[in-house]
């Protein structure tokens, strides 16, 4: 049996039984698309070509694999900022455990609240960016999302926003699966910080789709953590405006498996995207990045960096990608993943691209893998620190380049924080 028959079978059974959620004329026919685009495609398999470094068959799979909940004292990551919390629970949105959804500068609205109108803003941008993001590489799970979630929120930023708002996710449930699907729009010089954290579900599949118009800036902080049996995929669809800046940065130190995508246009002059990521993985732990930056205007500037620690059989993929269009004269592309293995047993995989049809452009692209610098750390215990610290001490140092990409020094110093004490964590 071939590969399109296989996926074709693989993609009937999961959809057997699946009915589009009720929604008013703006949502019904964008869901009505995704899920045409959904049975188009086939959901991904490991023969593809973007899924051969990972096994997407418990993301596919019509039942989520059950995942035991964390049991922690730990306050969640953000808890010491002050910020604008909303909370989903499961995957549904929890009104009594989140704060009040205003704020000055925007909007906030549930999209299950919004779901039954005829007509929104939203329907400018809702499996819009997704659908764009399809070509060259089809992302089934994406539009699978657009099909099918029923919550999740759309922002609409008009000013400069003064407290983050931070999408917090609990999981509760050892077999929910949970589908968020969240817009964002900045109006022009427009100003935002966006923050994530929690586990989602046993399995998560979460889209956010942002514009950023002229002149507006994006931030996001996310931390992917706690819960280590769950399982998920997500995806970023960005579009720039001139002189825009997005910022986007993920830490993630548990998970079976997590699969973070990230697709970004630069449609606009002068415009900024920088996506970085730091993961710690120990054990059965699998974590890809796969990013796509489009770079369709002038003088504009991407950053990729991505560095992943591994240890006792874990694996890191990293898939990157930076198209610059005929037309983006003066691109500044940067793309560098790295990793830090601490044993013999642990693989990093990666594959970086660059295609370039531009002649007036600064592009570089590297990767790395090896082991902890043995003359660092003989410095380091010379001096009377004991190995597993002095390990420690290294390991936060190997990942400062990704960190640093946070503009905020409260956020960065929290998730500085909260990586030291996983490592300490598991000492000895």
């Keep these: 049996m071939g590969l399109l028959d296989v996926k074709q079978e693989a993609t009937e059974a999961r959809l057997s039984g699946v009915t589009l959620p009720e929604s008013g004329a703006w949502l019904a026919t964008a869901r009505a698309d995704a899920l045409a685009r959904v049975?188009?495609?086939?959901?991904?398999?490991?023969?593809d070509e973007y899924w051969k470094y990972t096994r997407p068959g418990t993301l596919t799979q019509a039942d989520a694999?059950?995942?035991?909940?964390?049991?922690?004292?730990?306050?969640?990551?953000?808890?010491?900022?002050?910020?604008?919390?909303v909370v989903f629970v499961d995957g549904v949105f929890s009104a009594e455990e989140s704060d009040d959804l205003t704020g000055e500068g925007l909007s906030i609205e549930r999209l299950a609240d919004i779901a039954q109108n005829d007509i929104h803003w939203a329907k400018e941008l809702y499996g819009v960016l997704e659908t764009k993001g399809q070509t060259p590489v089809q992302r089934p799970l994406a539009a699978l999302n657009t099909a099918l979630a029923t919550d999740g929120v759309v922002i609409r930023v008009s000013g400069e926003v003064s407290k983050p708002v931070n999408l917090s996710y609990r999981h509760r449930d050892t077999t929910?699966?949970?589908?968020?699907?969240?817009?964002?729009?900045?109006?022009?010089?427009?100003?935002?910080?966006?923050l994530e954290n929690g586990p989602g579900a046993a399995r998560f599949n979460q889209v956010l789709e942002v514009e950023v118009a002229d002149k507006a800036e994006?931030?996001?902080?996310?931390?992917?953590?706690?819960?280590?049996?769950?399982?998920?995929?997500?995806?970023?669809?960005?579009?720039?405006?001139?002189?825009?800046?997005?910022?986007?940065?993920?830490?993630?130190?548990?998970?079976?498996?997590?699969?973070?995508?990230?697709?970004?246009?630069?449609t606009g002059d002068d415009a900024v995207a920088h996506v970085a990521g730091a993961c710690v993985g120990d054990g059965e732990f699998h974590h890809d990045d796969t990013v796509f930056v489009t770079h369709n205007a002038?003088?504009?500037?991407?950053?990729?960096?991505?560095?992943?620690?591994?240890?006792?059989?874990?694996?890191?993929?990293?898939?990157?990608?930076?198209?610059?269009?005929?037309?983006?004269?003066?691109?500044d592309g940067y793309q560098i993943s790295q990793s830090l293995l601490l044993d013999d047993d642990s693989?990093?995989?990666?594959?970086?691209?660059?295609?370039?049809?531009?002649?007036?452009?600064?592009?570089?692209?590297?990767?790395?893998?090896?082991?902890?610098?043995?003359?660092?750390?003989?410095?380091?215990?010379?001096?009377?620190?004991?190995?597993?610290i002095a390990t420690d001490l290294m390991t936060l140092a190997f990942l400062a380049e990704a960190v640093e990409e946070i503009e905020s020094d409260e956020l960065s110093d929290a998730i500085i924080s909260r990586l030291e004490s996983w490592l300490e964590r598991r000492r000895g």
């Design 298 to 331: 002038v003088n504009c500037e991407s950053r990729q960096v991505f560095k992943k620690v591994l240890r006792n059989g874990a694996t890191g993929v990293f898939q990157g990608k930076i198209l610059v269009q005929p037309d983006a004269q003066k691109t």
């Design 65 to 85: 694999p059950e995942a035991a909940l964390y049991d922690t004292d730990e306050a969640p990551i953000f808890d010491g900022i002050e910020r604008l919390n």
């Design 218 to 266: 994006f931030h996001h902080v996310r931390a992917q953590g706690r819960d280590h049996e769950r399982r998920n995929v997500t995806h970023i669809f960005a579009r720039l405006g001139t002189e825009s800046v997005f910022k986007s940065f993920t830490v993630t130190v548990n998970g079976v498996l997590t699969r973070n995508e990230a697709v970004l246009e630069l």
């Design 176 to 194: 929910s699966d949970a589908a968020l699907h969240h817009v964002v729009k900045l109006e022009e010089g427009a100003k935002v910080t966006l």
């Design 347 to 388: 693989q990093f995989l990666a594959k970086p691209e660059l295609e370039i049809y531009a002649d007036d452009v600064a592009c570089s692209h590297g990767s790395t893998s090896g082991a902890i610098d043995e003359e660092g750390l003989f410095y380091l215990r010379a001096r009377g620190i004991p190995k597993d």
């Design 39 to 47: 049975k188009t495609m086939g959901l991904p398999h490991a023969r």
